[in-house]
């Protein structure tokens, strides 16, 4: 009875009427009524399949029981993993399913299967380990994982794969279809994503690292002041010169602009730039 009372829309019954008119709730009211709801303190009540609250307009909801809940959501459930198959198996061709399959539970040199190895974090963003990155997202490339399922959301691909990263591997190779199919692929276009992200913030991170150490040993190469002032004085010279006509004047005044131009030493950022690429 309860499933068939939640398969029903709520409705409000107008206490004021004999024979109560039906009326449909919105979800606003439903959820307000709920958070006033208190349980009934009689003991006398008959028991039912649920709970009666109040809503803002006096009228009586019932509302059903977690255990009855957690079945409702546990079919809705079943039925996304479902239609998320079906999504992928309309995307994926069977051999390519077999192939990510078949990588999964395949051995890394070091002994551990490679769905560990994609999922395990990098310690460290130094050399070996962006490199390690690397390998992985080639890997997944190679598997062509980044040419499907673009349709899913992220939601559901970051839950089915940190279901599958929950179990071992053994464990996984046991979960029957469609579970399986929807965890696999889920599973490493996650990876692909973290990888990714990974080995942008990396490299990010190892050129910032290398910029502060080559940086400590580049003192100031030039007084951008003094040049400043320098250039000042000069300008103030030229014009000091009142015989000079005006189209002179210009002329003088260009030559010392360029002069001073060609003439600046390097900056700091361009020595660091080039001890760097050295």
Same mark, same amino acid.
């Given at each position: ?8 829309? &709520? ?15 919105? &979800? *606003? ?46 079919? !809705? ?12 198996? !309309? ?31 990098? !310690?460290? *963003? ?21 040419? *499907?399922?673009?349709? &899913? ?36 276009? *996650? ?9 942008? &913030? ?44 005006? !189209? ?31």
């Amino acid at each position: 009875m309860a499933r068939s009372m939640a398969q029903r829309p &709520l409705r409000a019954r107008s206490p004021s009427k004999a024979s109560p008119a039906r009326n449909e709730i919105s &979800l *606003h009211d439903f959820i307000l009524a709920l958070g006033r709801y208190r349980p009934r303190q009689s003991n006398s009540a008959p028991r039912n399949k649920g709970v009666e609250v109040t809503d803002p307009g006096q009228s009586k909801i019932l509302i059903l029981r977690d255990r009855d809940i957690r079945v409702l959501v546990t079919a !809705a459930l079943g039925q996304l993993e479902e239609e998320t198959a079906k999504t992928i198996a !309309a995307s994926v061709l069977p051999e390519q399913l077999v192939r990510w399959r078949d990588a999964m539970a395949a051995l890394r040199p070091d002994g551990q299967t490679q769905q560990r190895w994609l999922w395990s974090a990098p !310690a460290k *963003h130094s050399t070996k380990q962006i490199g390690e990155v690397f390998e992985r997202i080639e890997l997944l490339y190679a598997l062509n994982v980044h040419k *499907h399922l673009d349709d &899913l959301s992220g939601l559901i691909v970051r839950r089915y794969a940190r279901r599958l990263a929950s179990r071992p591997p053994s464990v996984g190779a046991r979960i029957k279809e469609p579970a399986r199919t929807v965890e696999v692929g889920c599973f490493l276009r *996650h990876c692909l994503f973290t990888s990714t992200d990974q080995a942008i &913030l990396m490299v990010q991170r190892r050129v910032a690292d290398l910029w502060r150490t080559v940086a400590a040993g580049v003192t100031e190469t030039v007084n951008w002041a003094d040049l400043y002032k320098t250039l000042l004085a000069e300008l103030a010279g030229l014009v000091a010169q009142g015989e000079l006509q005006d !189209a002179e004047l210009r002329a003088r005044i260009v030559a010392l602009l360029s002069a001073s131009q060609q003439g600046k030493p390097p900056s700091r950022a361009s020595v660091v730039l080039r001890r760097q690429a050295d």
